[in-house]
């Protein structure tokens, strides 16, 4: 995530920089490579969302046990599936 984040702001700087920048970010952006950076990091941060979601229902008392951990673990990775394909759909 932190090298997603240098990426990102680093293409918000040339974007704001000059008109001509924004031009550049904007066609770099329509690229299949571009596009699928940008779903690697739309994955990676729906993954981290659902993680520390999973991990504050635990702190709470619930799915502490190994059970109900690696069906929780199981569910957290499908829902990443289901969202990563979203992010996909959306980006192309």
């Known amino acids: 995530m932190f090298f997603a984040m240098g990426i990102l702001m680093y293409l918000l700087a040339v974007s704001l920089g000059s008109e001509s920048g924004f031009d550049c970010v904007q066609q770099w952006s329509s690229s299949?490579?571009?596009?699928?950076?940008?779903?690697?990091?739309?994955?990676?941060?729906?993954?981290?969302?659902?993680?520390?979601?999973?991990?504050?229902?635990?702190?709470?008392?619930?799915?502490?046990?190994?059970?109900?951990?690696?069906?929780?673990?199981?569910?957290?990775i499908a829902l990443t599936l289901v969202l990563s394909v979203l992010a996909g759909v959306w980006l192309w």
């Open 32 to 76: 299949f490579f571009a596009k699928f950076i940008y779903w690697g990091i739309l994955t990676a941060l729906a993954y981290h969302l659902l993680g520390g979601l999973r991990h504050l229902v635990m702190d709470l008392g619930f799915w502490e046990e190994i059970q109900s951990g690696n069906s929780s673990a199981q569910i957290t």
